[in-house]
């Protein structure tokens, strides 16, 4: 069974870059959309970006100028980067298996990252 | 401010069924395909409903999905204490070539 797990720092300082990785076990990353999903305490999801195993990208508007999505199949792995953070990006994030057209069908545990100085 | 909308929360007795209705546009709902998930507290979201009416292996037939027009459906019957939970609707947007979800739902068994 594919498992997915977020990876990264726990805190951020404001305005620096979060970085965080999502490792794909027990199968092959090959052939879907690694999606990145946040969530802040009591909120709803927001959808963050999306990345092919080609390299293909689609990002949310709103945060477009400030996202960078990767692959690394070698390493099964996708990653995201969020630049300049602010309090706001606080939130648990989630890497999902995205399958065509548009729904995920597995997720990560999720992984709480909380800007501060 | 989301692209979708859902009601706050719906409540029901045991065994009693809920609808939670997600509405949006042609630009999402109205074109594309429609999925639903549930949230239970502390968890990860987990996928009840693809291709706005199908349900994967191991969802119980009391979850059903529909949608016509610009809108969609999640119903659930025969409701258990378990189904407590959020429930969230998601949906691709042409315009924006961006995902959306709904603000999504909190169902309460009374």
């Known amino acids: 069974q594919v498992q997915l797990q977020e990876s990264g720092p726990g805190l951020v300082k404001p305005s620096e870059t979060l970085s965080l990785t999502c490792s794909v076990s027990?199968?092959?990353?090959?052939?879907?959309?690694c999606t990145w999903i946040r969530q802040p305490a009591g909120k709803g999801l927001e959808w963050i970006g999306r990345i092919y195993t080609s390299g293909t990208t689609n990002y949310n508007p709103s945060l477009k100028s400030r996202v960078t999505m990767s692959v690394d199949t070698s390493k099964n792995q996708f990653s995201l980067k969020l630049s300049s953070v602010t309090a706001a990006d606080t939130a648990v994030y989630y890497c999902a298996r995205e399958l065509l057209p548009y729904y995920f069908d597995l997720w990560g545990r999720g992984t709480q990252v909380t800007v501060s100085s | 401010q989301s692209v979708l909308t859902q009601p706050p929360s719906v409540s029901a007795a045991p065994g009693q069924k809920v609808t939670i209705s997600c509405s949006g546009s042609n630009s999402n709902i109205g074109n594309n395909y429609v999925s639903w998930y549930q949230q239970l507290p502390g968890t990860a979201p987990k996928l009840l409903i693809y291709d706005n009416d199908k349900r994967p292996s191991g969802i119980p037939d009391r979850f059903s999905g529909s949608k016509s027009g610009t809108s969609a459906t999640l119903g659930i019957t025969g409701l258990q204490t378990g189904d407590e939970a959020d429930y969230y609707c998601?949906?691709?947007?042409?315009?924006?070539?961006?995902?959306?979800f709904g603000p999504g739902t909190k169902v309460t068994v009374l």
């Open positions: 998601g949906a691709w947007d042409s315009s924006l070539s961006a995902g959306v």
């Open positions: 027990s199968g092959s990353i090959s052939g879907y959309y």
